[in-house]
Each structure stands twice: as C-alpha cells, then as structure tokens.
C-alpha cells in the first residue's frame, strides 16, 4: 500500500464510521416504531437527504472493501500485482453499481 | 554456575541446523534466575562444543542474543529461566523471519538492509548545521524521536510481526521507528527523501496495528506509535498537506 491508499482507507472509514452509526440507528429505531415496509418506503421516497447518505455510504464501502481486499490477497494468498489491482477495481465498481442501485430502488419506490 | 536451587531438571529443546533441522533436547540443572542465554551456554560448554549461537554484552546492550523462547522472540540475556519455563521445559529457537546460519544463529543482513532502505541513519545534508541545532527538551519533536532512540537493533519485533511474514518487502517495525526519530530531527536533511522511501509499497501503510513489535520489544519502545506517526506524515503528503 502507498500513501494516497492509505488516505483513501482512512477517509472512507471516516465516512463508513458516520454512515453504519446512522444506519444502524435507523434500523434499531424502525423496528423499535414497528414500522412496516410500505410505511419505511413511503419515508425514503423521494428523501433526498437518504440517497445523498446512502451514496455516500455506498462510495465510502466501494472504496475501502478493495483496499483492505487487496492487502488480504497479497499477504495470505501471494496474491499481487497489475491483474489483482484490476479485479479488486472491478470488485469497486461492482459493489459501487450494486449498491447505488439498492439505493435508488429505495429513493424511487 | 551450580546454585542451591538446582535441584530440578530443565529440558531445554534446542533447534539444530540450517533451515532445515531439528530440535534436540538437552537436559541441564533447572535455575530459575540464571538467563536462557546461560542455560544456552552451560549446554555449549557442557554437553556440545558444535551448538552456535550469538551474544556479545549479556547486559541488555548490544542487541545480539535475540531467541524464540517457548515461540516468543526475546533477548535471551536478559530473561530469566523461571520466568519463561513451561513445567521445567524450555524451547529455544533461532528468529523468525531472518534466514538461519546455524542452529540459533541468524543472518541480520535483511534486517538492517531494509534499516537502509527505510533511510533509517542520520543524513547531515551537504551543508550541515555549522552550529549546534537547539532542540528544546520539551519539543513536540524531541519527546517523539526520544521515545523511540534507545532501539538496540534486536530484531525481536521484526521477529514478532506477522505482516514481516506475510509480506517480505515490508520494511518493519524497527527501521520504521528508525525513520520515525529520523523524521524528528530537526537537524536531518534528507525528511523528503525519507518519507518517500517509508510511503512506497511495504512501508508504513502496510503495518495492520497489530501491536506484537510493541507488546515484544525488551526496550519498552512502541514501533506501532511511530508507525502511525510516519503514516499522519504519508497521508498529508498524499493530500498535498504541508507538513
Ligand atoms: S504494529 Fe505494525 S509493525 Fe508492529 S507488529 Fe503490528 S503490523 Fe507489525
Ligand atoms: S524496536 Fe525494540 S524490539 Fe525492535 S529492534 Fe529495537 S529494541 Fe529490538
Ligand atoms: S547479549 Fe547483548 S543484548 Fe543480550
């Protein structure tokens, strides 16, 4: 790993620190209310301050989950080099696709 | 070397060869103050003249008699038989992560090349200070490159540090907490050059915080904390902060 990594990892963790507070406290008070999920989607509809979150939250994991893949792939699996980094960057996009889709499906239900 | 207390037996299991070898055991008089680095002699003096091993000082200085004790790195001179013997057994091995000369003998040549490479000495510049620097003791700076000064090179957290294992090109604890004193030293012109070498692949970024190099090292010096010191360094760098 190289510095400009190691910054990446330490602020996506910022962000990822802030975003799992957030959405476990949504969680625990969701349930704690007995909230159904017609009436969570009627919430997050059109909620502009949930996808700005969740989009952060999906970028913020997007970046950190390859960085700390990487480092496991060298040191346990001898695993490094130009075709790992593009895997893992493939791994990045795939989650960041995945989630940010998860994410508008909820904004625009 | 016969004592009051040696009434017990201490079996004292001892790596024989090169890399590839075998542990023998050696049966000798159980003192419980006497150190592994005399149980260590008494069986070279005693029952085989052939057994290598490495020491210089016997008094905590020079850094050479670094072991595996019951698979725990450790200066040898200065750890007590009774402190570290498991029901009167004692396995004593050569470093890990350095290549084995013979029996308990390793080559620190990796070691302190990558001292080197972590720019772990002292760079006067080619114009050095023509004064004496002042350096308040108080400093911010001072304190830092103090806690970390008294290094003796044992390799005993080199030894300890599983991310050494894992990935051979990491530097490691020590010539990190070398570059870390470095980067402190207002009078050392070569702090660019520096954090460069420590930022790359296998430098500061890699240590996982494990902590086993501070929980190990017999001088009570915290690599982890300087570690985190050099990587505040590298990700201001990496932001374009200024230091
Ligand atoms: S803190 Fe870093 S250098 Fe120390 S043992 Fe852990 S990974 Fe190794
Ligand atoms: S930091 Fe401690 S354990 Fe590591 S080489 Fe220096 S004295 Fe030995
Ligand atoms: S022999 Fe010098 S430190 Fe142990």
């Known amino acids: 790993m190289n510095g400009a990594l190691l910054a990446a990892s330490r602020i996506s963790a910022l962000v990822l620190a802030v975003a799992v507070a957030v959405h476990l406290y949504v969680i625990i008070d969701a349930v704690q209310q007995g909230l159904t999920a017609a009436a969570l989607l009627g919430r997050t509809h059109g909620n502009w301050a949930f996808l700005a979150l969740y989009g952060c939250f999906v970028l913020a994991a997007s970046v950190h989950a390859p960085i700390g893949l990487r480092a496991v792939l060298a040191e346990w699996l001898g695993c490094s080099g130009k075709l790992a980094d593009a895997l893992l960057i493939g791994f990045g996009i795939l989650i960041a696709v995945l989630g940010m889709r998860a994410a508008w499906a909820v904004f625009a239900a | ?243």
């Open chain 2, 1 to 243: 070397m016969s004592t009051a207390n040696a009434t017990e037996t201490l079996s004292l299991e001892i790596w024989r060869g090169g890399a590839v070898g075998e542990f023998r055991t050696y049966r000798i008089p159980m003192r419980a103050s006497e150190t592994v680095l005399d149980a260590v002699s008494e069986v070279q003096r005693s029952t085989d003249p052939t057994l290598a091993y490495r020491f210089a000082c016997r008094v905590g200085m020079c850094g050479s008699c670094a072991m595996m004790v019951n698979d725990r790195p450790r200066w040898t001179c200065r750890t007590r038989v009774g402190v570290v013997a498991r029901g009167g057994r004692l396995r004593v091995a050569p470093l890990r992560h350095l290549p084995v000369v013979k029996d308990l003998v390793v080559d620190m040549a990796p070691f302190f090349a990558k001292w080197q490479q972590a720019h772990g000495r002292f760079e006067p510049g080619v114009a050095p200070f023509r004064d004496f620097a002042r350096v308040a003791p108080a400093s911010a700076e001072r304190q830092a490159a103090d806690a970390g000064i008294e290094c003796i090179g044992c390799g005993v957290c080199y030894a300890a540090c599983d991310v050494v294992g894992w990935n051979p090109d990491y530097l490691g604890p020590a010539a990190l907490n070398r570059a870390w004193t470095l980067m402190n030293d207002v009078r050392d012109q070569a702090r660019r050059e520096r954090l460069a070498a420590v930022s790359g692949p296998g430098g500061c970024a890699s240590c996982h915080t494990h902590m086993a190099c501070t929980e190990t090292c017999p001088k009570a010096i915290a690599p982890t904390y300087a570690i985190a010191g050099l990587k505040r360094l590298a990700i201001r760098a990496a932001l374009g902060v200024r230091p």
